[in-house]
């Protein structure tokens, strides 16, 4: 053993290598040059007045080093290889070192780090820092498994830089505060259920941070942090500073994100981020600008926004992996400029701000036979709704109580601004078994533009909704029922055919002389009105196609119209302004508006008005053929009082046959129609074809009698049907003379009321559906089973061969959602049986 003992002023300490080595006496002992090497024991005494001090070198001890005195390094190396006891003082001034490989305890004496020195700890037992005081510094755990010391007083006393290394597992033993970086060089740090205050970064090469339970980082310092990668699904980032910026650095897999007070942003900008249970933004800025983060939960608590701003600029952010997952807004703000944003059921405010200037929002992004939640998807009651451009897509909705609970419902308290940049596409991203109708409920808001892209289902307008963009069929009609679409003075309108087109009412706003043209139908028809005004003046013309007649259809006999259309009209009308307008109308088929009943004669034709008590006549321009042709009013309409319109003639519709008819009609035996005709004379009549519709347009030849040639003898004739029918049916005669003129009767009505029923079983149903039936008359091979919606969308046919007797069918709905539907029996004779059921 050598002493080194002196009582006074400063003794060196020569390099060399020591044994044991005992440093006493009152004053400085230092190293004098070089370093110095204890083989054994090192042991400084005299707490508080004997000092060592290593300087600028090194000192190596393998034994245990006891300190009962004070050991000073400034920026020199200290290895302690044994056990460390300090019930003095260890103060590192500089950039020195300590290095303790073997245990150590300082539980009386204390650590004063004044600069940017490092206490490094290797050995098994940590057990205490006694008095911990620092300015600067890194303490750093690079052994195997350790208990990392809890430090969770003021800043002087907390740690300034942690670092993690070595092997095994770092525990940490309480709630600590980290006034500086916490670094994970190598092995993992479980932080064990415990607070972390991490004023500063997170950084990492390599290691994990984990905890067995529900643990959290905490950031609660102003400035701009980083945070590395880590996967532990029981720890939370937390946000609770004014100021500043959280930046991920690295993937991360973790409980939550908690922006729980403060303004500071937490800001994921190309790493990926996985989110076990939620997200919240309590408070601050919570923004994306690329990268992907996903949260994993499914619950209506997802995604909490309340009080804080969700801000995705780019990247993807998607809400819940199953059939539920919600976005919940109840104050702040959320701010799609860019990205997208998937959300598996809900988006939920009850008040806020929502504003999306690019990007695209995703509703219901969930893909599979479930329907999440039986609210509405995307539903506002109160705050601010700003849609300005991107593209907010609804791809479904509930099936409970469905039209109350719409994809999309925007209470009327809601300030709404929509521009012509942003589109709103309805179009599902399921298997077609799994789609459904959808709803939505604007209560008289606007949208920017819309697009209706759907399959066997259709979009329904539960209010008025006005579109300050364009309207674009790709895919399935919109029905309006009682409200209005209303289109602006800048929307144009494409892709409308038989399949998609507008089924309702139809408003545009025009202050242009430009035409227009409506794209109304009844959803199986299109039959689209174009309109010109006659003035550039701001004017709104509202337009409903109705396949059905007038109720009024009778003509006084002073006017110059003969008759109009049996089959269909038009409300039209001018809600605002000044200025009249021509109408027309276009066919490319004579089946469009039965053009071919006028003899393919359109010079006959012409526009009508109702004026409430008879149908007036417009002057009106045909132009083309029967085929293919349009009728234009030839003047401005100037007759808004009644809205009714249709297509008239000022002749009979069918030409007289050339021959004398002294009666012909028709009755139903035994549901099978009858027809008998009574002619006086005849001129060159071979045969008599006889004619079948079932709207007065579309007309089939069903019958052939031979003629009389040409005699004054009175003859009868008598026809009937082949096959059971049921409902009312129109026949007329229709005769071929010599020059190849095509001559009609005027037409009778039949009426059949079929007494045969049917029975479904069992309904409700599930997978399948029994059809039991009896005809003692029917017979057809030719018969399809129609399953169709109570809209009347035809979305499933079944070709079926049915015999007289007994018939039992069995129909597979495996591949229907749930609903109530019509099935129907439909013969090529136009037979016709109704019923409905209901699928679960």
Not at 710 to 739: P, Q, V
Request: hydrophobic content about 30%; overall charge negative; some cysteine.
């Amino acid at each position: 053993t050598v002493v080194y003992d002196a009582t006074s002023g400063t003794q060196d300490i020569r390099p060399d290598s020591y044994y044991n080595l005992t440093i006493d006496g009152d004053g400085t002992h230092q190293i004098e040059s070089s370093s110095i090497n204890v083989l054994g024991n090192l042991v400084v005494n005299q707490t508080g007045t004997t000092v060592f001090d290593v300087r600028q070198f090194s000192a190596s001890v393998t034994g245990s080093t006891d300190i009962d005195g004070t050991i000073q390094i400034s920026t020199g190396t200290f290895t302690a290889n044994g056990v460390t006891d300090i019930d003095g003082t260890l103060e590192i001034s500089g950039t020195g070192i300590y290095d303790s490989n073997g245990d150590f305890d300082a539980t009386n004496g204390s650590i004063t780090f004044s600069a940017a020195g490092f206490l490094k700890l290797s050995g098994s037992t940590i057990t205490s820092f006694g008095t911990f005081t620092r300015s600067t510094g890194t303490v750093e755990y690079d052994g195997g498994n350790q208990s990392v010391i809890a430090l969770s007083s003021s800043s002087s006393s907390s740690y300034n830089n942690l670092t993690i290394n070595g092997t095994g597992t770092k525990t940490l033993a309480g709630t600590s505060k980290i006034y500086g970086d916490l670094t994970l060089t190598a092995s993992d740090f479980d932080i064990n259920g415990k607070t972390i205050y991490l004023k500063e970064n997170m950084n990492r090469t390599s290691g994990n941070l984990i905890s067995g339970r529900a643990a959290n980082i905490t950031i609660d310092n102003s400035g701009s942090h980083n945070i590395c990668a880590f996967s532990d699904d029981d720890i939370t980032i937390k946000t609770t500073s004014t100021g500043g910026s959280v930046t991920t650095t690295g993937d991360i897999s973790c409980k939550s994100i908690d922006l729980t007070s403060g303004s500071k942003t937490f800001l994921i900008d190309g790493e990926t981020v996985n989110l076990d249970e939620d997200l919240v933004v309590t408070a601050g800025t919570f923004q994306m600008t690329s990268g992907v983060l996903n949260i994993n939960s499914n619950s209506s608590t997802s995604a909490v926004v309340e009080g804080g701003t969700l801000d995705l600029d780019g990247g993807t952010l998607t809400v819940g992996n199953s059939t539920s997952g919600d976005i919940s807004l109840t104050s702040g703000l959320i701010d799609v400029s860019g990205g997208t944003l998937s959300i598996a059921d809900e988006l939920d405010v009850s008040n806020g701000t929502v504003t999306q200037s690019g990007g695209t929002i995703n509703i219901k992004s969930y893909v599979g036979s479930g329907h999440g939640s039986s609210s509405a998807k995307f539903e506002m009651d109160a705050g601010a709704l700003n849609l300005t451009g991107g593209t907010l897509r609804l791809n479904g909705q509930t099936t409970t109580s469905a039209s109350s609970n719409p994809a999309m419902k925007i209470a009327s308290g809601v300030s709404v601004t929509s521009t012509s940049s942003h589109t709103t596409l309805i179009q599902s991203n399921n298997s077609t078994s799994n789609d459904e109708d959808m709803y939505l409920d604007l209560n008289g808001n606007d949208l920017g533009a819309l697009t209706v892209n759907l399959t066997g289902h259709e979009v329904t307008l539960n209010s008025n909704v006005t579109l300050n963009g364009n309207l674009t069929f790709t895919s399935e009609d919109i029905v309006t029922g009682s409200n209005t679409l209303t289109l602006s003075s800048t929307s144009t309108v494409s892709g409308a055919d038989d399949s998609k087109h507008l089924n309702g009412t139809c408003a545009k706003i025009t202050s242009s002389t430009s035409a227009f043209t409506f794209p109304v139908g009844d959803g199986t028809r299109y039959r689209p009105i174009i309109l010109t005004p006659a003035a550039s003046n701001s004017n709104t013309y509202t337009v409903k196609y109705n396949h059905s007649p007038h109720s009024d259809v009778s003509i006084s006999g002073t006017s110059s119209i003969n008759h109009i259309s049996p089959q269909y009209h038009w409300d039209i009308n001018r809600t605002s302004g000044s200025d009249n307008a021509t109408i027309s109308v276009a066919w490319s088929a004579s089946s469009t508006y039965g053009t071919e009943n006028w003899n393919h004669d359109i010079s006959t034709m012409l526009w009508a008005y109702f004026d409430g008590a008879d149908w007036n006549s417009i002057g009106s321009t045909p132009s083309g053929s029967s085929i293919s042709g349009s009728l234009t009013t030839s003047s401005v309409n100037s007759n808004w009082g009644n809205e009714n319109f249709t297509l008239a003639a000022t002749t009979a519709t069918f030409p007289p046959l050339p021959l004398d008819i002294i009666s012909f009609n028709g009755q139903c035996d035994n549901n099978y129609p009858q027809i008998e005709f009574v002619v006086a004379s005849q001129i060159n009549n071979e045969f008599f074809s006889i004619e079948r519709s079932v709207n007065l347009i579309d007309w089939e030849e069903v019958g052939y009698i031979a003629g009389g040639g040409t005699t004054n003898e009175i003859i009868t004739y008598n026809w009937s049907e082949e096959a059971l029918l049921n409902g009312t049916k129109y026949y007329r005669l229709s005769l071929t003379d010599i020059n190849d003129e095509i001559k009609y009767s005027n037409p009778i009505a039949i009426e059949c009321e079929n007494e045969i029923d049917f029975h479904l079983y069992p309904n409700p149903a599930f997978n399948n559906i029994n059809i039991a039936f009896n005809f003692d008359h029917f017979q057809s091979e030719e018969t399809n089973l129609n399953i169709r919606t109570l809209t009347g969308k035809k979305i499933k046919s079944v070709p079926v061969s049915l015999s007289k007797g007994y018939n039992n069918l069995e129909i597979d709905l495996k591949d229907l959602p749930k609903g109530i539907y019509l099935l129907t029996i439909n013969s090529f004779q136009t037979f016709r049986l109704e019923k409905r059921f209901i699928k679960m």
